[in-house]
């Protein structure tokens, strides 16, 4: 049976495995009312083959079960990698070792209208686009199948996203692959694309200038501190917009969870069901736990799953 029929509108996480795996081209995904990215019939020549049922994260829940891990508080040792990064830069670090060997790093970038993309880097410098944690839900397009087509020629992977887009690509390749390292960003939701789209339409007529005249934006800017961390929106040579979360209306009302996708409040990949091999996190409470780590410019918490 076809996919459409299966999973309803607010359980579909957006992830594109069913995309990605159908042979018949018929599914497609398409914004809804809110910007969210939801499955659709494109073509009416469905073969009932069951590969889209099989790949899909709602569909492919487990029972919850005990797993041996291993924890760690991380940092960066380059000062300017760290400061660069939403936590403590463990992102970077994997990322330049996996392009030293010669592999590729697929990961969330911005394209030139700020609309947030899965994309490919095989140089560091087509790497820094990918750093930082991006408050809204990326497309993935067809990322699922140029991973696999990397990983047939053998080059190593390093493909990092939120635990729902992690289980939809594991579902999506069906066996486990040694070239293969699969990172999840610890997720408690993704925004609305077309609130963050509207947003930013409201930053740029307040601030009287156009969207191209935007160079860089950031949503974890450490320049005051870490944990009072500032969305930071530059033009070429000025400041466009400098607010910390508390003050910044995104940030207050994604924090407040009140443009959430509707699947995040049932998330299909929580309780390790993502089969990631290194979750990331910001590692919020080292103060208390390890204070002599503490300098509040950023540690991740890395929980590592298997010997990869
Ligand atoms: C939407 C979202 C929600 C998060 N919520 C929490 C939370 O509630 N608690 C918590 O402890 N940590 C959360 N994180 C994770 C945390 O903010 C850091 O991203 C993580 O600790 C890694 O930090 P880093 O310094 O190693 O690397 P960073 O350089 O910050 O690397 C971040 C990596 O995530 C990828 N990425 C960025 N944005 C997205 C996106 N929207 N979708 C998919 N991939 C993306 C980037 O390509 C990059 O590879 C969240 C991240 C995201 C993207
Ligand atoms: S059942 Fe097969 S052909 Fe039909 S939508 Fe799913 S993957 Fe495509
Ligand atoms: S959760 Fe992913 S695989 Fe399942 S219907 Fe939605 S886009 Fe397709
Ligand atoms: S909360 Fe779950 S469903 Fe929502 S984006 Fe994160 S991993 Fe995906």
Known sequence: MCIINRVKTNQCCGCSACVNICPKQCLELKEDKEGFLQVRLSKHNCIECGLCEKVCPVLNTKEEKELEIEAFAVKNTEESQRKNSSSGGVFIALANQVIE??????????????????????????LKPLMGSKYLQSDMKDCYKKVKNYLLQERLVLFVGTPCQVMGLKLYLRKDYNNLLAIEVVCHGV??????????????????????????????????????FNLKIEGKDKTILKESLHDNLYMRGFLQNLFL?????????????????????????IDRFHPEIDDNKGVSAMILYNKK
Request: charged share 30%; hydrophobic share 35%.
């Open 101 to 126: 060997e010669g592999g590729v790093v697929c990961g969330a970038k911005f394209d030139k209208d700020f609309h947030l993309i899965h994309d490919f880097a095989q140089t560091k410098e087509e």
């Open 191 to 228: 925004p609305s694309p077309l609130v963050w789209e509207k947003y930013l339409e409201e930053v740029c007529k307040r601030k009287k200038i156009s969207l191209n005249e935007i160079e860089n934006i950031s949503f974890r800017n450490k320049d005051k501190s870490w944990r009072v």
């Open 261 to 285: 996708r509707q699947s995040c409040h049932n998330c299909p990949a929580k309780n390790f069901n993502s089969m990631a091999d290194i979750s990331l996190a910001d590692y919020w409470s």
